[in-house]
Nanobody, 124 residues
Framework: QVQLVESGGGLVQAGDSLRLSCAAS????????MGWFRQAPRKEREFVAT????????YYADSVKGRFTISRDNAKNTVYLQMDSLKPEDTAVYYC?????????????????WGQGTQVTVSA
């Protein structure tokens, strides 16, 4: 079992930056690939970014590539999402997810554990 707690969301203006954190506890975190997903009002949940268990490989949705950076600190059992040049269309609830496997994947059905989410609101 893995417990995930996100933090760092908030209300910002377009062009600002935010860093989300996801603290993990329970099962061996370092053997888990991690991902960030988001869900905007009246939309389905969508993939944002994912990182392999050692952090050697990262993958991003086209919509955030070049603006967002996923990273992890296995010593702190934490994964981060640095979000720069935020846009109003980035407004969503952001979820951290962990999977019982070391390989990263953009498919939400491949993830076994989810956090409660943190709200990010970007005003124009």
């Amino acid at each position: 079992q893995v417990q995930l707690v996100e933090s760092g969301g908030g209300l910002v203006q377009a062009g600002d930056s935010l860093r989300l954190s996801c603290a993990a506890s329970g099962r061996t975190f370092s053997k888990s690939a991690m991902g960030w997903f988001r869900q905007a009002p009246r939309k389905e949940r969508e993939f944002v970014a994912t990182i392999t268990w050692l952090g050697g490989r990262t993958y991003y949705a086209d919509s955030v590539k070049g603006r967002f950076t996923i990273s992890r600190d296995n010593a702190k059992n934490t994964v981060y999402l640095q979000m720069d040049s935020l846009k109003p269309e980035d407004t969503a609830v952001y979820y951290c997810a962990a999977r019982s496997g070391v390989y990263a994947t953009p498919q939400d059905e491949d993830y076994d554990y989810w956090g409660q989410g943190t709200q990010v609101t970007v005003s124009a």
